[in-house]
Each structure stands twice: as C-alpha cells, then as structure tokens.
C-alpha cells in the first residue's frame, strides 16, 4: 500500500498561485496513477486533475484547465499540482490520491490510498 503526505495550499489572493505537494511511500510510486480531487464547503469531494504513472497522460476538470498544472517527479516519490490565475471559485480542502488502474482515470473509487488534504484558501 501507497501512504501519501501532502504540503503546501494555505490563503492566496485571487490571481495567485499555489503549490501542492504530495509525497508517497511504502510502495513504488510509480506503480500508481495520481490525481488531485477537491472538496469545497458544502459541496461533494471532486476531480481535479489526474496523472498516468510516467506522466505522459494527464487530464484536467475544464474549470481548471489552462490554470492548474499535475505533474509528478517519479525519482523523487513525489506528486505536484501547480495553481495558478487562482479563483475564489477553487477554495477548498485538496485530496492527493494514488490508483491502480493501468489507464488514467477520474473515477474517485478508482483510488486506493489518500493523503490527508489540505486547505487552499483564495480570497477575493
């Protein structure tokens, strides 16, 4: 099993810019696929952005395309999203989570292991 440990997120003006990070271990991380899910306040958990395990493959919920950027650094066991042009719309606690399915995938019950969250908080 994956254990994930995510930092970064905090408070940010709208316009700014967010580094997360999410760091894996227990198993090898390139094994999984990895994504970003999101939970605003009174909303349910949702994707963000979803990474294959070399990252060749990525994709993105359309209200952060162009904005928000999934990478990941398979030497260092580690997974990024990168958040720029930030709107108060994108307040919300971020989920990193790892799958095991061969192909990219968004579905939230594709994902096995999940980090802790982390609030990101955009003022307007």
């Known amino acids: 099993q994956v254990y994930l440990e995510q930092s970064g997120g905090g408070l940010v003006p709208a316009g700014g810019s967010l580094r997360l990070s999410c760091a894996a271990s227990g198993s090898p991380f390139s094994a999984y696929g990895m994504g970003w899910f999101r939970r605003a306040p009174g909303k349910e958990r949702e994707f963000v952005a979803v990474i294959n395990w070399d990252g060749s493959d990525t994709y993105y919920r359309d209200t952060v395309q162009g904005r928000f950027t999934i990478s990941r650094d398979n030497a260092k066991n580690t997974l990024y999203l990168q958040m720029s042009n930030l709107k108060p719309e994108d307040t919300a606690v971020y989920y990193c989570?790892?799958?095991?399915?061969?192909?990219?995938?968004?579905?939230?019950?594709?994902?096995?292991?999940w980090g802790q969250g982390t609030q990101v908080t955009v003022s307007s």
């Open positions: 989570a790892a799958s095991t399915k061969s192909y990219n995938t968004a579905t939230m019950t594709d994902f096995v292991s």
